[in-house]
């Protein structure tokens, strides 16, 4: 079993406008794939939502996952489901539906390409907080998970096992790579910096 930590700030995340308002990809893998080209395995962003009205970008061969983080959204898929979704409400969807969109404010974003699944979950932090990582992951040699974290509204401090502790500010991505099940209990601690602050952490397994 191997790992790699790899740490995204915010301010080295790039932002973009689209016609809802306004979206920063805060990772992308492969490194170097373009969210243009669609040649990525997955990419996570976030977005601010400005118009009352919006409709997605479409967005063939992928899957979505979108998590509110402030505000509220209706989420209209045409001819599928619709979704509420309140701060930390999540809906799964077809890219390449054609969804709409009411409500403004912040939202999260995973999309996945073929052989990609992913989970979301979001964590109050209001003091400190211990998940068993290795609960999570497959007992293959040759698994391959994307252990995310991102604080949304404030800053925590991150360890994993006795191999990292970080300060992750507000808006960053941390991203913990694991190959492999590990040989010893993996534990995340987490321990909030100053108010109390919500995490979510976001696991992607499959890509190669």
């Known amino acids: 079993m191997g790992f ?11 932002t973009t406008s689209w016609s809802g308002g306004a979206t920063t990809q805060m990772a992308i893998y ?3 794939a373009s969210y243009e080209q669609r040649n990525f395995d997955w990419r996570i962003s976030r977005a601010a939502i400005h118009a009352e009205e919006s409709v997605f970008t479409s ?8 998590m509110a983080t402030q505000g509220q959204f209706v989420l209209e898929h045409e001819q599928q489901h619709t979704a509420v979704l309140k701060p930390f409400d999540q809906d799964r969807f077809d890219g390449s539906w ?5 409500g403004k404010g912040n939202d999260l974003n995973v999309m996945l390409g073929p052989g990609c699944s ?12 211990r998940e068993d990582v290795q609960q999570r992951l497959g ?8 252990e995310c974290v991102h604080p949304v509204d404030g800053d925590v401090e991150f360890s994993a096992g006795d191999d990292l502790s970080v300060v992750l500010r507000q ?15 993996l534990a995340f601690r987490y321990a909030k910096v100053g108010a109390p602050v919500h995490v979510v952490r976001i696991t992607i397994r499959g890509s190669r």
């Open 118 to 129: 992913a989970e979301m979950l979001p964590v109050l932090i209001r003091d400190t907080y």
């Open 59 to 66: 967005l063939p061969g992928y899957r979505r996952l979108l």
């Open 98 to 102: 054609t969804t709409q969109c009411q």
């Open 30 to 32: 492969p490194e170097g």
């Open 139 to 146: 007992s293959a040699a040759d698994t391959v998970s994307y």
């Open 171 to 185: 808006g960053d991505l941390l991203i913990y790579k694991i190959n492999g099940r590990p040989e010893k209990p």
């Open 4 to 14: 790699s930590a790899k740490i995204i700030r915010q301010e080295d995340q790039k």
